[in-house]
């Protein structure tokens, strides 16, 4: 489990690389330094080697990095090599909007069930997807235990959600509503707020000023 | 400029601890302990002691601190005491749920105004806010430069999108788009990827098997 040590900021590093990797195989590059892809992603080279080093030696010094390989071993890291299963409550615009995101797909993210508490949406589409009843998540849950939870509804009902998720056997939950959510200690999960992003800006422009 | 230094991270977790703050102030809570914030948005004390050292001496030790003094000080340090205007260009299914987030009006960010290619999409409201033609941007941008600009457009449009923001003197920029964009120095940009959450989640699944 020591992968568990990794910190969370040199992950999405990783999977920042792994993007820049892919733009970069795709263009025929067979060879590439750490210097090339702290440039592509905005960092610097020694950040580059320092989150590479936490799972071994890949590179040939003077020589650089095999493309494909690096790429390769990146998406093993990121647990990519195979596609995971994404079930989402809640059909609002967000909701909506994560269903039909193509970011997911082309990451291997499926989104195999979309769920919603509100009767006009049920049986309406979501691309191919059809909105089930929020009633049905134990069932759906329980047939996907694999898959990873999205919860895209309002505050007052994303714990119950969460619940039910849990119950039903989903090990990892992707949290869109403003709250923090309680689960076992085996659960994974992660709080996404949209406005932290805006807070950095504005952390840095009031810095600034400062 | 000392701020600039601070890790994002940590920047992340303040936002965190004063919506947490937030809750507790309403709750009409006085006081509160480094190990309270800490149990409530999932941390260790440590870490809420370190984040909040970055800006001086804030609790009294033994008593702790002053739940809306503390929030008071995050707040004006994230740069959240004053409204920020933002423009959003794209109003696709992730371009309209933005616009529509209301987890941004909560923490100061009004959306002022959403651009959008598709001639189809012009004139059409979002709440109460028109959608306009992209080919307005350069106009609007610069009639709010002090907005923070959202790219949620395509990856093939988004560089032309920076750039015309860039050149209207919009100073920071939120990127939605799967691409790494070309801006000058001195603008503020973060790109967010979306599946990258998930990828966080993959990653602490997959080294769980590992």
Known sequence: MKALKIPEATIIRLSVYSRFLAQVKRRGVITISSGEIANGVGVSS????????YFGEFGTRGVGYNVGELYGHLMKILGLTSQWQVIIVGAGKLGSALTMYAGFAERGF??????????????QKLDSIEILPVSRLAEVAAANQSAIGIIAVPAEESQEVANTMVQAGIKAILNFSPRVLMVPEDIVIRNVDLSVNLEILSFYL???KR
Do not use: F
């Not at 020694?46 to 989150?51: C, E, F, L």
């Open 206 to 208: 009031g810095a600034q």
């Open 46 to 53: 020694a950040q580059v080697r320092k989150d590479l080093a």
């Open 110 to 123: 499926k989104v195999v069930a979309v769920l919603d508490s509100d009767p006009r949406k049920i049986g």
